[in-house]
Protein backbone atom coordinates (compact mmCIF):
# COMPACT_ATOMS: atom_id res chain seq x y z
CA UNK A 1 0.00 0.00 0.00
CA UNK A 2 1.00 3.60 -0.50
CA UNK A 3 0.07 4.93 2.83
CA UNK A 4 2.36 2.55 4.70
CA UNK A 5 5.91 4.13 4.80
CA UNK A 6 8.65 1.61 4.18
CA UNK A 7 11.70 1.35 7.20
CA UNK A 8 13.77 3.42 5.67
CA UNK A 9 11.46 5.95 5.05
CA UNK A 10 10.29 5.89 8.99
CA UNK A 11 14.30 5.75 10.01
CA UNK A 12 14.71 9.03 7.41
CA UNK A 13 11.61 10.72 9.25
CA UNK A 14 13.22 9.61 12.83
CA UNK A 15 16.62 11.05 12.08
CA UNK A 16 14.56 14.36 10.75
CA UNK A 17 12.53 14.42 13.98
CA UNK A 18 15.87 14.33 16.41
CA UNK A 19 17.79 17.20 13.53
CA UNK A 20 14.66 19.36 14.40
CA UNK A 21 14.45 18.56 17.59
CA UNK A 22 18.62 19.27 18.23
CA UNK A 23 18.21 22.47 16.37
CA UNK A 24 15.42 23.41 17.96
CA UNK A 25 17.34 23.26 21.67
CA UNK A 26 20.25 25.10 19.48
CA UNK A 27 18.51 27.73 18.56
CA UNK A 28 16.91 28.51 22.13
CA UNK A 29 20.53 27.85 23.60
CA UNK A 30 21.93 30.34 21.77
CA UNK A 31 19.00 32.76 22.30
CA UNK A 32 19.30 32.30 25.86
CA UNK A 33 23.07 33.18 25.45
CA UNK A 34 22.49 36.26 23.43
CA UNK A 35 19.90 37.54 26.04
CA UNK A 36 23.13 37.08 28.74
CA UNK A 37 25.92 38.61 26.50
CA UNK A 38 23.51 41.66 26.03
CA UNK A 39 22.89 41.78 29.51
CA UNK A 40 26.30 41.46 30.53
CA UNK A 41 27.65 44.41 27.83
CA UNK A 42 24.52 46.33 29.45
CA UNK A 43 25.81 46.02 33.20
CA UNK A 44 29.99 47.00 31.57
CA UNK A 45 28.35 50.16 29.98
CA UNK A 46 26.84 51.15 33.33
CA UNK A 47 29.41 50.38 35.40
CA UNK A 48 31.77 52.78 32.49
CA UNK A 49 29.03 55.49 33.36
CA UNK A 50 29.93 55.14 37.29
CA UNK A 51 33.50 55.19 36.10
CA UNK A 52 33.63 58.22 33.77
CA UNK A 53 30.90 60.13 36.55
CA UNK A 54 33.40 59.34 38.91
CA UNK A 55 36.40 60.37 36.94
CA UNK A 56 34.37 63.62 36.90
CA UNK A 57 33.46 64.42 40.67
CA UNK A 58 37.19 63.66 41.77
CA UNK A 59 37.94 66.19 38.63
CA UNK A 60 35.73 68.64 40.30
CA UNK A 61 37.06 67.59 43.95
CA UNK A 62 40.70 68.27 42.84
CA UNK A 63 39.78 71.62 41.28
CA UNK A 64 38.25 72.63 44.43
CA UNK A 65 40.88 71.23 46.63
CA UNK A 66 43.26 73.35 44.63
CA UNK A 67 41.65 76.53 44.42
CA UNK A 68 41.33 76.27 48.00
CA UNK A 69 44.90 75.12 48.56
CA UNK A 70 46.03 78.46 46.19
CA UNK A 71 43.33 80.83 48.58
CA UNK A 72 45.31 79.87 51.68
CA UNK A 73 48.77 79.85 50.07
CA UNK A 74 47.70 83.97 49.25
CA UNK A 75 47.07 84.47 52.84
Given at each position: MMS???ASEHEVRA???EREHAN????EKSNKESMVANE?????????????S???R????KDAVLTVVLELARE
Open positions: EMSRLAKEWRQRMKLSALENQVQAEYLNEF
